[in-house]
C-alpha cells in the first residue's frame, strides 16, 4: 500500500464535514454534505458514501484509507453507534459504524464530538505526548474528553466524560437544558455566557454597552466585543463565567491529576479574557499538592479543521 | 519455587500492619510495628526488616515472596516514596520502596492507602472481574481510588483520586483539614458526622438522645447508636451525610462513568442508615444517561484485613 491517509468524519446537527487526512494531520481535501436533509438514516449514509467515495476518487486514494473515525452528539465508542441524540434527525439508537463499515468495507470507529477533539489535540495538536489531560469544549454546550495514561476515557458503558453536567451550583442553580440544574454548562456555555450578561443587566443598574441591544438577543459574541472595546460589565461577565471554569476544574484535577487542561470552541477563543479568571480560580481552589503543576492551554488545532481531524485520528484507532 | 506469596504492608500513623498473602488472598500471617516509636526512618525500616524476616523465617515461606506492596498516607506509586504525610514521623520525601526493596532485595511496590483497598477490592473483594469503579474510604478523612479500564488511576504525578476534597459546599463551606473549605471530606468522614452532629444540636430544639453526652466529645459511633436505637434527630444527620455523599458520587459517575462505586471504611459499616440516602440522592441527581446502571456496594473485605491485603495485592503487580 502507498501512503496511507485516514477519513474524519464530523456530524454536526446542521452539515456534516468530512476530509481525507495523513498521518501528519495534513488534510488533502475535504466535502461535506447537509446532515438535516436526511430524515432516514439509510439516505443519509448512501449519500454520505457517495460523495465521500467521489472525493476519495477524485483524490486518487481510494484504495489508501486505513480507517475512518467519525465524531458525533452522543456517539458511542464501545456500541459504534449514535445514541438518542437530541440534535439530530433520527432517534432511538443508530448502528452508524456498522453502516459505514458495510458500504466502504474499511474499518470505522465511532465517539463523541469532545472526545473526538481529545484525541484530535493528543495526536496533532497542544496535547501531543501528554499522557494524562482533559479537553474541555466550550460552544454551544460544555464537553469534555478525558485522557488518563494516554488512554481516552469511555467509562464502562462509553458515555464517560460529561463533565458540562457536573454540578456547580447546588439548590438554586440554573436550569440546564439535561433538565436539571446547576450544571456547568449552564454558566459556562456560550448560552451560559448570554444568560449570565441578561441577568447581571436585570439585577443591575450600572452602565454598559450591551444595553443598547435588545435583551433577549445578546449573544457570547455580543459579550466579547463589549468586554474588548472596555465595557466594564462583560468584563465582570469574563470574570465571573471563568471564576466557575476555574473552581471546576480544580475538582476535575483532584480526580485524575492530568498534566494539562485544554480548552476548545468559541468561548475559549477570547484568549486572556477568559484564560486569566480560569487560572486564577483553578490555583486558588487547588489542593496544595497539586497547585503550579498543571498547564491550562488553548487547542493548538484551528476550529475549522479540528472536528474533522479528531475523527480522523480515531481513524488510526480503528484500521 | 514453590506456591508464591506477597507481603502487604500497611503503614497507619499508630500500627504499621504486614502479612503474608497468597494468591486466593488468604493471609498466612501477620505481624506488626509501632510506627511512632521509629522517629528516624532508618530506624524504621530496621525494625521492619527484623519483624518481618522473622515472620517469614517462622513461617518458612523466606524464599517464595514474589514481592511487596505497601499502602501508606502520602504513598507514591510513580516515585517509590512517602511526600510530606502529615500524620508520619518522617518529614519531606521518603524513598521508602528504594529502602525495603534494598533489605530485602524483593520487588517494593508502594501507593497511598485508599488506593491499596481499591486493588485489594480488585483482586480479592466486591470489585473482581470490574474493570470501572471507584472504591470510597469514609473514614477519619475521606479517601478514594479510581480504577478505569481495569488501571488504577495515579495521574501524571501520582497523586490523582483525591475525591474527598472535591468542593461540596461553595462559598460558606465548612474549614477542611486541608486548609480549604466545603470538602466533602469535612461533611462525609467519621469528624464530619460528629461536626454535624454538633451544628443540629446547637441550632434545633429538638429531643435527642445525644443531648445526653457532652456535646464536644460526640463521636460518629454515638450518632450511629442513637439512630439505631430511633433517636429521629441522628437519622436525619445519616440523611444528610448520605445525600451529600449521593449527589458528589452523582458528579463522580459523570467524569470516568464506572460501573460500581464500593464504600468502605467506619461509616459504611452503618449498612442502609447511610447506603439508602446515599443511593436516593446519587440516583436522583445522575444525568438521565447514567441512571440505574450504577452498582452502590460495600467492600467484601473484613475491615481488619482490608488494608494489608491490598497492600499486598500491589505486591503481585511488583512482582
Chains 1, 2 share one sequence.
Not at 472526545?115 to 489531560?133: H, L, P, Q, S, W
Amino acid at each position: 500500500m502507498s501512503k496511507p491517509y485516514v477519513v474524519g468524519i464530523d456530524i454536526g446537527g446542521t452539515n456534516t464535514v468530512f476530509g481525507i487526512v495523513d498521518a501528519r494531520g495534513s488534510i488533502l481535501a475535504t466535502g461535506s454534505i447537509k446532515t438535516q436533509k436526511y430524515t432516514e438514516i439509510t439516505d443519509y449514509v448512501n449519500a454520505l458514501h457517495e460523495e465521500l467515495s467521489r472525493l476519495l476518487a477524485q483524490e486518487n486514494v481510494t484504495d489508501q484509507i486505513a480507517g475512518i473515525g467519525i465524531g458525533a452528539p452522543n456517539g458511542n465508542y464501545f456500541n459504534g453507534t449514535i445514541e438518542f441524540a437530541p440534535n439530530l434527525p433520527w432517534k432511538g439508537v443508530i448502528p452508524l459504524a456498522q453502516m459505514v463499515r458495510e458500504k466502504f468495507n474499511i474499518p470505522v470507529t465511532i465517539t463523541n464530538d469532545a472526545n473526538a477533539a481529545a484525541i484530535g489535540e493528543m495526536t496533532y495538536g497542544a496535547a501531543r505526548g501528554v499522557k494524562d489531560f482533559i479537553m474541555i469544549t466550550l460552544g454551544t454546550g460544555v464537553g469534555s474528553g478525558i485522557v488518563i495514561n494516554g488512554q481516552m476515557v469511555y467509562g464502562h458503558d462509553g458515555f464517560a466524560g460529561e463533565l458540562g453536567h457536573v454540578i456547580v451550583r447546588r439548590g438554586n442553580g440554573r436550569l440546564c437544558g439535561c433538565g436539571r440544574t446547576g450544571c456547568l454548562e449552564a454558566y459556562t456555555s456560550a448560552t451560559g455566557v448570554a444568560r449570565t450578561a441578561r441577568e447581571f443587566l436585570e439585577l443591575r443598574n450600572d452602565e454598559s454597552t450591551l444595553r443598547q441591544l435588545p435583551i433577549q438577543e445578546i449573544t457570547s459574541k455580543d459579550v466579547y466585543d463589549a468586554a474588548v472595546s472596555g465595557d466594564k460589565l462583560s468584563q465582570e461577565i469574563f470574570e465571573y463565567t471563568g471564576t466557575i471554569l476555574g473552581e471546576a476544574f480544580a475538582d476535575f484535577i483532584a480526580f485524575s491529576s492530568p498534566k494539562m487542561i485544554v480548552l476548545f470552541g468559541g468561548l475559549a477563543k477570547s484568549g486572556e479574557l477568559i484564560m486569566r479568571p480560569i487560572r486564577e480560580a483553578m490555583e486558588k481552589n487547588l489542593l496544595a499538592i497539586y497547585k503550579g503543576k498543571v498547564k491550562l492551554v488553548l487547542s493548538e488545532l484551528k476550529e475549522s479543521d479540528a472536528a474533522v481531524l479528531g475523527a480522523s485520528a480515531l481513524g488510526w484507532e480503528a484500521s
